[in-house]
C-alpha cells in the first residue's frame, strides 16, 4: 500500500475532520456492511415482533416478555464494550462472520423452544452475535467512509433499522399464520449474511488491520482543546442522552403491537404493520440524520431530533388511530435522526477508539432498551398499556442535555 494510501487511511480511521479527506467512499463495502446489519437487525427484531405468538403459544404475561427483552438485551449490552476495547487492540475481521453464526443457532432454539426457559437461552445467542458484530461492523463502515463519516454511519445504521422494520412484516405474513416453528426458515438469513461479510473480511484484513492498529496508538498522542473532565461530562450527557431514546424506543419495539391491539382493538396481523411503519420511519430519521450532521455539526441534529419528538410524543396518547400512526412515524423518525450523529461525535471526541466507542454506545442502548422493557411490562401489568405511554412522553425531555455538549469541530480546529 502506498505512503499516500496509508495515510488517508490513517486520517479516516483516527476521525480527524480538520483535514480533508482524499481517499473515495467505498460504497461497495458500505453497501455490503449495511446489508449484512440488514440481515442481523431483522433476525434481532423477529425475537420482539414474535412476541404475540410466544404470548400465547407459551401462555406468557407482560412480566415475562419484559423480561425476555432485558435477557436479550443485556446479552447484546455486556460483551459490546470489551469486544470494542478488545478489537482496537487486536483487529479481528473475521469477528463479524462469527457474530452471525450466533445468531444461527439462536434462530434453531427459539423455533423449537418448548417453555421459558428454552426462549431465554435463545435470545441469549442472538444477543450474544450482536455484541460480537455490531462494534466491528461500525468500525468497517468508518473506515469504507472516505471522510464522510455521517453518510457511512447513516448507510450503515439504515441498514439495520430497515431489518427492524421488516422484522414486524415477517412476523404478520409468516410467523403469526405458521406459528412458532416457522422462525427456523428465518436461519436462511443468517446464513446469507455470513456470505455477504466473508468479502469485507477479507477486504478489512487486507487494508484495515495495521491501519487501525497504528491508527489506536497514534490516537494516545493527539492534542485536544477538550480536558478530561470534560470528556467523562460529555460522555455522561450522550449516555444520558441515549437512555432517552433507548427507554422511549423499547416501548414501541416491545409494546406498541399490544398497545394498538388493547386500545383500538386491531388484530394481531394488522397491529404488526403498524408496527412495520414505525420501524420505517426510524429507517428514514437514520437516513437523513447522518449527512446532515455532515453539514451541520453533529451537535445541531442531537439537540432537534430528541427535544422535537416531545410535542409529539405528548400527543400520542390522546388520539385517535390515525393519528397515533402519523405521530408515532413522526417520533421515530425525528428520535432516529440523532442516531448517526451520536455514534460520530463520540468517535470524535474519543479518536483512534471506534470500536470502544461502538460497543460501549451500542451496548448501553441494547442494555437500556432491554431494562425498559422489563420495567414497563411490569408498569403495564400493574396500571395500563396506555399509561406505558402517557409516562414515556415526558422522556424527550431530557434532549435539553444536548445544550451542553461541546461544539467539536471547534475543538478540532
Known sequence: ?????????????????????????????????????????????????????????????????????????????????????????????????????????????????????????????????????????????????????????????????????????????????????????????????????????????????????????????????????EITRTLAILLALIFSKAFYQAAFYSYYAFYLMDRFGLPAETAQLYLFVFMASVAGGVIVGGPIGDKIGRKAVIWVSILGALPFALAMPHVDLMWTAILSSIIGFVMASATSAIFVYGQELLPGKVGTVAGLFSGVAFGLGGLGAAVLGVLADHTSITFVYQVCAFLPLLGLLAAFLPDLRKAAA
Request: aromatic share 10%; net charge positive.
Open 1 to 229: 500500500m502506498s505512503k499516500m494510501a496509508t495515510d488517508t487511511l490513517q486520517t479516516t480511521a483516527l476521525g480527524n475532520s480538520a483535514r480533508p479527506a482524499t481517499e473515495k467512499t467505498a460504497f461497495a463495502i458500505l453497501g455490503a456492511i449495511s446489508i449484512s446489519h440488514l440481515l442481523h437487525d431483522m433476525i434481532q427484531s423477529l425475537v420482539q415482533a414474535t412476541y404475540p405468538v410466544l404470548k400465547a403459544e407459551l401462555a406468557l404475561d407482560f412480566s415475562q416478555i419484559g423480561l425476555i427483552t432485558l435477557v436479550f438485551q443485556i446479552a447484546a449490552s455486556i460483551l459490546q464494550p470489551l469486544v470494542g476495547l478488545y478489537t482496537d487492540h487486536r483487529p479481528r475481521p473475521y469477528s463479524l462472520v462469527i457474530g452471525l453464526g450466533f445468531a444461527l443457532v439462536g434462530l434453531f432454539v427459539l423455533a423449537f423452544a418448548g417453555n421459558y426457559w428454552a426462549v431465554l437461552v435463545a435470545v441469549t445467542f442472538i444477543g450474544m452475535g450482536s455484541s460480537i458484530f455490531h462494534p466491528e461492523a461500525s468500525r468497517v463502515a468508518r473506515m469504507a467512509s472516505g471522510g464522510r463519516l455521517g453518510l457511512a454511519q447513516s448507510l450503515f445504521q439504515v441498514g439495520g433499522n430497515g431489518g427492524s422494520a421488516i422484522g414486524p412484516l415477517v412476523a404478520a405474513f409468516i410467523i403469526v399464520p405458521y406459528g412458532q416453528k416457522s422462525i427456523a426458515w428465518f436461519a436462511g438469513a443468517a446464513f446469507v449474511a455470513m456470505l455477504v461479510l466473508l468479502p469485507v473480511a477479507r477486504w478489512y484484513g487486507q487494508h484495515g488491520v495495521k491501519i487501525v492498529t497504528r491508527s489506536y496508538r497514534a490516537a494516545a498522542g493527539i492534542g485536544r482543546d477538550i480536558t478530561r473532565s
